[in-house]
Antibody, heavy 121, light 110 residues
Framework: EVQLLESGGGLVQPGESLRLSCTAS????????MSWVRQAPGKGLEWVSG????????YSADSVKGRFTISRDNSKNTLYLQMNSLRAEDTAVYYC??????????????WGQGTLVTVSS | QSALTQPASVSGSPGQSITISCTGT?????????VAWYQQHPAKAPKLMIY???NRPSGVSNRFSGSKSGNTASLTISGLQAEDEADYYC??????????FGGGTKLTVL
């Protein structure tokens, strides 16, 4: 059974940093691309960043480019999202999601339960 | 990039069929067969219902079907059931190697 467990969310002030982690199990981690998707309170889903199975290719939405960095440690079956220069509009539940593809991000077939990030002074 | 365009809400009675549209551009839906649909119930994580335009993951009811024509993709739910009431989101792969979500559609089963 695929399991994705996010951690690292919390309350931070504008301009601060936070690192999210997602520990994966139940599948061969290196065989799949992974993504972070967020959902602001009462709003829709927004894809944030994706990374290929090898970690050699990363992709990000324009809204976070230059501030957020996605990475993975395949030896630890763990996905990360380093979030810098956080803004109030980054407040959301952040989901870790497994893709169906190994190279690009096409469709996420398994999701974690999400971790809440709140950016407020 | 702007989100894909979905109707804010649709509704139908039990047993009926409904269709949710998802409109993009020639840089996303129009150029790639990587359209997916997700179902999200309140306070739950999204669930993949359709991938690659029209394929259903194992375990998803065959009442759910997907299609695409030009820059517009569609999700059809036949034999509507009470448990289908949820938010539905489309996504598409883009020419920038990113994923783009639609704004979401709230399905109400009357």
């Amino acid at each position: 059974e695929v399991q994705l467990l996010e951690s690292g969310g919390g309350l931070v002030q504008p301009g601060e940093s936070l690192r999210l982690s997602c520990t994966a199990s139940g599948f061969t981690f290196t065989d799949y691309s992974m993504s972070w998707v967020r959902q602001a309170p009462g709003k829709g889903l927004e894809w944030v960043s994706g990374i290929s199975g090898s970690g050699g290719d990363t992709y990000s939405a324009d809204s976070v480019k230059g501030r957020f960095t996605i990475s993975r440690d395949n030896s630890k079956n763990t996905l990360y999202l380093q979030m810098n220069s956080l803004r109030a509009e980054d407040t959301a539940v952040y989901y870790c999601a497994k893709d169906r593809s190994v190279v690009v991000v096409t469709a996420t077939d398994n999701w974690g339960q999400g971790t809440l990030v709140t950016v407020s002074s | 990039q702007s989100a894909l365009t979905q109707p804010a809400s649709v509704s139908g009675s039990p047993g009926q069929s409904i269709t949710i549209s998802c409109t993009g551009t020639s840089s996303d839906i129009g150029d790639y067969n990587y359209v997916a649909w997700y179902q999200q119930h309140p306070a739950k994580a999204p669930k993949l219902m359709i991938y690659d335009v029209s394929n259903r993951p194992s375990g998803v009811s065959n009442r759910f079907s997907g299609s695409k024509s030009g820059n517009t993709a569609s999700l059809t739910i036949s034999g509507l059931q009470a448990e289908d009431e949820a938010d539905y989101y489309c996504t598409s792969y883009t020419s920038s190697s990113t994923l783009l979500f639609g704004g979401g559609t709230k399905l109400t089963v009357l």
